[in-house]
């Protein structure tokens, strides 16, 4: 097209007569004036925050809350928590106790240190009146009389091991460890008691609630890096949901910096901000349905490409949501999103517009006086390289957080098809670093990871709670301690979830169980064998009948040379011990009488052997059985106490009524020939119907005493647990 000059001036004339105008030169600059300002407010509110004003600008907001209860006398009660089953949760003479901790992200958000985080998701009152808590009380007060009654009969049973063992069993220190921290919660328990019948006494009194907000911010890196505490008071929060809080001073801390948030209304984003645009997330006509379920859950929010690496607190509440510039546009807190606009208005709560700038205003002034130099550029300070925030999904399983290469890589939650979540690190794809996992049972398991699996960490169950070694079947294996909810305790080895090998427990109303495990089961107690021992023998036919041929007894150089495979793995030096006291059986059932009981009776007294009779029980009545056994048996005046033997399988038992008949069979027996004898019998069984045992004899007759494992062939059993026997209560003499 050919140009033509003469037009072109004739345009510009005219361009130029029409500005001369007063109305539209004006206008015209008010429209540029405008315009400018616009952008500039764009600038200032969209402006690319950079990599490292987002990385000093994370820290962690803890909240330390507790509850006193003011007692007649001058004493104090804690609790942190009122359940809604009446109960005191924490319940505690000491605050450090009682206290209950509440850790989430936290993100400075103006230049006068005011930051936004969540909210703890349990709401406590700032005052509970006498009224409300007087029935917590009253249960309470049952419920430590419970506790303590078990702990007290804990520390019984672990007192009387010390009595009956010395420091050369194995075991011993676990449970003398085990015995003084027992101690400290009888004494805890008592004094928690005793406040609460003066609570109850006066008619209760009122409960307040203290709470103290310290704002941890580490600074630098790998090793330099150091953890700096601020305190802080909060301005506004929604309960359950996120919070304002504001850090000592009026200004940001040292090494700090603040993110940008978003002011528009949730309905403007997808005009106004980059994140939002009609095509982006939301944009398009039909993403509403998208839009509502992607708020239904964290994990399913898409994320753009050139987020920030955030040092994320692990397992913490207050998850952020960034913009492709890394602005702040809202964060996720109890499983909910609250969008940029709905926090830039919590923040505003406490005071008004103008108010809340004009403290940004000095505190930017002042910090740039003092040298301090605020990031307004959006350059990026680390390597491209750096984990970006997305979604990752891989057969069924939803991924949240930190990606390098399409895979998990530094932080991130993972959801799996079974309803199971893992919230902790990641190293190419798999499960590396601390990192919690809970199960769709409601199991949570938390430790280092390594190679996809927990090696070593803490499963909170509703049981109680196990700490030591793991398989990779999340199976207790190895080295661990169990706590039980009622107090029980356990500490030893493990294998694919149950206790096996050597361990110790204790519980409420039980024994102490120190010894060799297997299958879940207690075994027997694993001694140390050594020559500053007492050991005895049981003898019957089988010591002298040996394939078809007759053997006497050596009495004059009776020792004991062999304890077994599995005992003499445990024997300090040789063994070659002598024997102390012998056993020789007398009868079984009602037929049965041993052919060398008279001989061996004479030769053991002969030798000078404490010597006493046993009898093996049977199906048959337990009263034809004392009287058989009474009329057989040579009882003499200084002989070992009468034993029965009961080692029955579990067919027979089950024939003869079940272990309560067997019980109740048992009992009669050992009664019969208290009375008779004039002393008090003991019995010996397996260990793990000896323990199954004990509840009935507890509990019925409490004169009885047990040995714990069988006496069969030539074994070592314990002179201290005879004669505890023996002295707890002492009989008359022998009939002669």
């Keep these: 097209m050919k140009w033509n000059k003469k037009k072109f001036a004739i345009k510009r004339e005219q361009r130029q007569a029409c500005l001369s105008l007063p109305g539209v030169s004006k206008f015209c600059k008010t429209a540029w004036a405008a ?13 690319p925050t950079s990599e490292r004003a987002c990385r000093e600008g994370v820290a962690e907001a803890v909240t330390v809350s507790w509850y006193e209860l003011g007692v007649p006398g001058g004493d104090t009660l804690y609790f942190n928590v009122l359940s809604t089953d009446s109960t005191l949760g924490g319940l505690s003479t000491e605050r450090e106790t009682a206290q209950r901790e509440f850790r989430a992200n936290a993100f400075f958000i103006s230049y006068s240190g005011r930051l936004l ?57 676990e449970v003398m460890a085990h015995n003084e921290w027992v101690k400290a919660q009888c004494g805890e328990l008592a004094r928690c008691k005793q406040a609460l019948d003066r609570l109850l006494a006066a008619g209760g009194e009122d409960a307040y609630l203290r709470e103290e ?113 890394r602005n702040l546009n809202g964060m996720w807190v109890g499983g909910r999103f609250y969008p940029a606009a709905g926090l830039y208005a919590l923040s505003l709560s406490h005071a008004s517009w103008p108010e809340c700038v004009w403290e940004d205003l000095k505190a930017w002034v002042s910090g740039w006086r003092t040298g301090f130099r605020f990031d307004f550029t959006g350059e990026k300070d680390v390597s491209e390289t750096c984990p970006v925030y997305g979604t990752y999904t891989r057969r069924d399983t939803l991924f949240y957080g930190q990606l390098a290469g399409s895979f998990p890589e530094g932080e991130g939650v993972m959801r799996y098809p079974d309803g199971g979540v893992y919230r902790g690190s990641w190293h190419a794809g798999i499960r590396k670093g601390y990192g919690e996992y809970t199960d769709s049972l409601g199991r949570t398991y938390s430790g280092y990871w390594r190679g996809d699996s927990l090696r070593r960490g803490r499963l909170r169950a509703k049981e109680g709670t196990y700490e030591g070694l793991f398989n990779r079947r999340m199976e207790e294996h190895g080295e661990g301690e169990f706590t039980a909810n009622d107090g029980g305790y356990y500490v030893g080895k493990w294998k694919d979830g149950r206790r096996d090998g050597f361990g110790f427990s204790v519980a409420p109303h039980e024994v102490v169980k120190c010894g060799v495990w297997a299958k879940g089961r207690f ?26 041929r007759v053997y006497g007894i050596d009495w ?5 040379t062999r304890l077994g495979h599995t005992a003499d793995r445990n024997a300090l030096g040789a063994v070659d011990y002598p ?90 027996w050992l009664k019969e020939i208290g009375r008779r004898s004039g002393t008090t019998p003991i019995y010996i069984c397996e260990p793990g119907f000896c323990q199954s045992l004990y509840a009935v004899r507890a509990g019925r007759v409490e004169s009885l005493s047990c040995m714990g494992g069988p006496l069969r062939g030539i074994q070592a059993i314990r002179a201290f647990a005879l004669l505890a026997a023996l002295a707890r209560r002492p009989g008359p003499r022998y009939p002669r």
């Design 35 to 47: 315009t400018v300002g616009i952008i500039l407010c764009g600038c200032l509110l969209f402006w």
């Design 117 to 173: 985080t969540a909210a703890d998701s349990v709401t406590r009152p700032e005052r509970l009146n006498r009224e409300t808590l007087l029935p917590a009380l009253q249960k309470e007060s049952r419920l430590v009389s419970v506790r303590l009654a078990g702990f007290r009969r804990m520390l019984e049973e672990m007192e009387y091991y010390g009595r009956t063992h010395s420091v050369v069993d194995e075991g011993f220190h």
């Design 213 to 325: 907000r310290t704002l941890r911010i580490r600074t630098g890196a790998g090793r330099g890096a150091n953890e700096v505490s601020v305190a802080c008071r909060r301005l506004a929060q929604r309960p359950g949901g996120p919070s304002v809080w504001q850090a000592a001073g009026g200004k940001l801390p040292d090494g700090c910096r603040r993110f940008r948030l978003n002011p528009f209304p949730y309905g403007w984003f997808h005009v106004l901000s980059p994140y939002y645009t009609w095509w982006g997330h939301w944009g398009w006509p039909g993403a509403a349905s998208r839009r509502k379920k992607a708020e239904a859950s964290p994990v399913s929010i898409r994320m753009k490409d050139g987020c920030p690496e955030i040092p994320l607190i692990q397992g913490a509440e207050g998850a952020p949501v960034f913009g492709p510039w």
């Design 523 to 548: 075994r027997g107690e694993q001694m140390l064998y050594h020559s500053e021992r007492i050991y005895g023998i049981d003898i019957s036919k089988y010591q002298h009948v040996h394939k078809r």
């Design 556 to 560: 004059r150089n009776l020792r004991i």
């Design 579 to 668: 024997v102390s006291f012998v056993y020789i059986k007398s009868t079984e059932g009602l037929t049965v009488f041993n052919p060398y009981y008279t001989q061996d009776v004479r030769a053991a007294r002969r030798y000078g052997f404490p010597v006493g009779a046993y009898h093996f029980f049977s199906t048959r009545p337990a009263m034809s059985q004392a009287d058989y056994f009474l009329k057989k048996s040579r009882l003499q005046k200084g002989d070992l106490p009468p034993m029965l033997d009961v080692e029955l399988s579990d067919r027979r038992i089950a024939a003869m009524g079940g272990r309560d008949v067997l019980f109740r069979e048992m009992l009669v």
